[in-house]
């Protein structure tokens, strides 16, 4: 069974799917590799280690994705890169499949099963393919040091000759993989840090890092079967913005990472808690790609307010790129293990598994997932 990997094209996107260790895995179980030449470059893997690995580099993108049976890459495909995919062909990525119904309709056409990362359900057996965390472990890493970089002041407590210098305050929005990645990412530079989360339950998450959990009443809340926070009502955010409110005038860095699978994210930080914060402060918005959490960001931008810095930067797991390539790489690699039939040399994706009802999409010329086939 052939593999094919193409070099990513979305904008600025640096990650790859498929390191070189990780091909020569697959190679051992029998696979074959085809590579688009350059594939690893942007994160650090030349050329010859996938060729030192036993994977084969082809120049022509559209033989690599017309002659494979599996196709691998991080972004969703482009059109006309669906269009080189042979019917039958497996494609695994991710897909963004709520908001992408047209890239959905396209792979159904083409007879193409599509399997969306961001579908793998939260348990124990699909741990090591849950790719969302692994990505958003290394985006919780990046925002803080994005936040040091910018701000002012020094993070930790210093005692010099001359003088003491007060660490700073980091306020956390949101307790999730991102979130405590982290809290506990700027207690190490150390920051004093507080955090807040609609859920509870993680509040002994936060302290066991050495963070303070802001409590906030906000009524009956909660969380789904997958673990994500659930949609708090125009009241319970009315209720959460006041109780921020103070924390974040007194913070010298707030991070945000709130999101809801397939919607827009929730507008929880306001301009006038912006407007309260002092000079030199930095608002770091995790969720600016999905309509964002602070009033005033901009996708790949940084805002200044009145002095206060509103950091929008997108793709955030591209920033640490290598890492990021072998951990999705690592989650790909998992999930295909999973299901490969050493005797057969097949992927066996049953259509009675819990995993391939979560995360395929299309398969046999229909959308079959249970979210979008409700949907026009």
């Known amino acids: 069974m052939r593999i094919g990997v193409p070099v990513e094209t979305w904008p600025g996107e640096l990650r790859t799917a498929l390191v070189p260790d990780n091909a020569k895995k697959l190679i051992r179980l029998g696979f074959e590799i085809v590579a688009e030449s350059g594939l690893g470059v942007s994160s650090g893997f030349s050329d010859q280690q996938y060729e030192d690995a036993g994977a084969t580099l082809h120049s022509d993108r559209n033989a690599v994705l017309s002659q494979s049976d599996l196709v691998l890459r991080v972004r969703q495909p482009e059109m006309h890169d669906i269009e080189s995919l042979k019917s039958g062909a497996v494609h695994i990525s991710f897909l963004d499949p709520m908001n992408r119904r047209d890239l959905v309709d396209a792979m159904a056409s083409r007879g193409v099963t599509s399997l969306s990362m961001e579908m793998i359900p939260r348990s124990t057996r699909a741990q090591k393919m849950d790719a969302l965390s692994s990505q958003a472990n290394l985006a919780g890493y990046v925002t803080v040091i994005q936040a040091a970089y910018h701000c002012p002041k020094a993070f930790p407590m210093m005692m010099t000759p001359s003088g003491t210098i007060r660490p700073a305050r980091v306020f956390i929005i949101g307790a999730g993989v991102a979130g405590l990645q982290a809290i506990a990412t700027a207690k190490r530079l150390g920051a004093r840090v507080e955090a807040f989360d609609t859920r509870p339950v993680v509040a002994e998450q936060v302290r066991s890092l050495g963070a303070k959990f802001v409590e906030i009443d906000l009524g009956e809340v909660g969380q789904t079967e997958q673990g994500y926070a659930k949609a ?54 995790m969720a600016v790609e999905s309509g964002g959490n602070v009033e005033g960001s901009v996708l790949n931008e940084i805002v200044d307010v009145g002095g206060v810095k509103i950091l929008g930067m997108g793709n955030l797991p591209s920033h640490v790129s290598r890492n990021a390539s072998e951990m999705y790489s690592n989650n790909l690699v998992s999930l295909i293990s999973d299901f490969w039939d050493t005797e057969s040399k097949q992927l066996n994706l049953s259509p009675d598994d819990e995993i391939v009802q979560a995360a395929v999409i299309t398969r046999d010329g229909q959308i079959i997932h249970p979210m979008l086939q409700d949907k026009n």
């Open 232 to 285: 708090l009502t125009p009241e319970q955010i009315e209720l959460q913005k006041q109780g921020q409110a103070t924390v974040i005038a007194a913070s010298d860095v707030v991070i945000t990472t709130a999101q809801l699978f397939g919607r827009p994210a929730p507008r929880i930080v306001t301009a006038e808690m912006v407007a309260a914060m002092q000079p030199g402060s930095v608002v770091v918005d």
